[in-house]
């Protein structure tokens, strides 16, 4: 996906009501303020009692369902294999969040001031943090993409990670 494509869907989502933070590559790139490589797709959490209106308003876009592993997360695809990773979550009343995992007993955290603002193509997007991104690059063996985004945000912000 390229940032245009990017400011694109996050305008849909906007204009139908859903509250929406990129996460994954693009989410570092957001956080260091420029696209630092290329993206398979786009990762995006969202507010679980929103869900309804994030197909639909995606369906505009020429986005249809392609994988649902709800409640954990779903995927839609666009023709030229476009692709947006969908994860909900349940917000609690101190601004943090949960999103269910492969093991119902241990969800994802998400606390409150993981919800920062990032930089894409010159404009402001809600993100995850750098920590929380760290976070999420625990427990499974890298990629190169992820060394890669690791590796970046030990350069910007300084933060320690396990490789």
Request: aromatic fraction near 6%.
């Amino acid at each position: 996906m390229e940032a245009d494509e990017v400011l694109h869907v996050l305008d849909l989502l906007r204009r139908a009501g859903t509250e929406v933070w990129v996460g994954g590559g693009w989410g570092i790139d957001a956080l260091v303020g420029e696209r630092t490589r290329d993206h398979r797709d786009l990762d995006l959490m969202h507010r679980r009692e929103q869900e309804p209106a994030v197909p639909a308003a995606l369906a505009g876009a020429g986005f249809t369902e392609s994988l649902d592993l709800r409640p954990v997360r779903f995927v839609v695809t666009a023709p030229g294999g476009r692709e947006i990773d969908l994860h909900p979550l349940v917000f609690a009343g101190d601004g943090s969040a949960a999103q269910a995992s492969g093991e119902p007993e241990r969800p994802l955290r998400y606390p409150a001031s993981c919800f920062v603002t990032g930089i894409i193509g010159g404009t402001v997007v809600p993100c995850l943090s750098a920590a929380q991104q760290v976070r999420f690059h625990q427990g499974y063996e890298p990629t190169e993409r992820d060394r890669h985004d690791m590796a970046l945000l030990r350069r910007v912000f300084g933060i320690a990670a396990h490789f």
